[in-house]
């Protein structure tokens, strides 16, 4: 698919919290990503012991689907999980919003980060709101099908 789809995609993750993240051994939960898009990964924070980073020690497959309208963007992303060693970059995606889970904050021994790199994703980008409605009208009017936006599949 061309790079405009991607390049919109990564804008577009980059303004979404949460998606559902699940792997081999591991049922759909929901998880927030950090997007970097420079390194082509997702980041997630989550505690030693859980299935997801047990699963990221092992190098699993994984899939993280994004549901967002007003992001404008619906997405299943495949990749795979891995575990992320760098200190640096945890301080870089560490946030307020992820100290609220560890009761030592960033000090806590039980914080893993996992990077999720994706592999190829079918993607969904709409126009928003407006353009929806206005979409679904004609569409109801001309029985054609309403343009809602682009999709397409990257490989990454």
Known sequence: ????????????????????LSADKAAPRPMAHICRKGSNALYFITSDGT??????????SARHVLACSHGALYATI?????????????DEVWSPMAA???????????????RFTPREAEVWIIDGAPKALYEIAKANVT???????????IRF
């Open 1 to 20: 698919m061309s790079d405009d789809l991607s390049t919109e995609f990564w804008n577009r993750a980059e303004n979404i919290t949460a998606g559902m």
């Open 51 to 60: 299935d997801i980073a047990d699963e990221a020690k092992n190098g699993a």
């Open 78 to 90: 495949d990749g795979t999980l891995s575990m992320e060693t760098d200190e640096k970059t945890l």
């Open 100 to 114: 609220a889970w560890f009761e030592e904050g960033r000090a806590d021994d039980d914080i893993r980060l996992v």
């Open 143 to 153: 029985d054609q099908t309403p343009d809602l936006g682009n999709h397409g599949t």
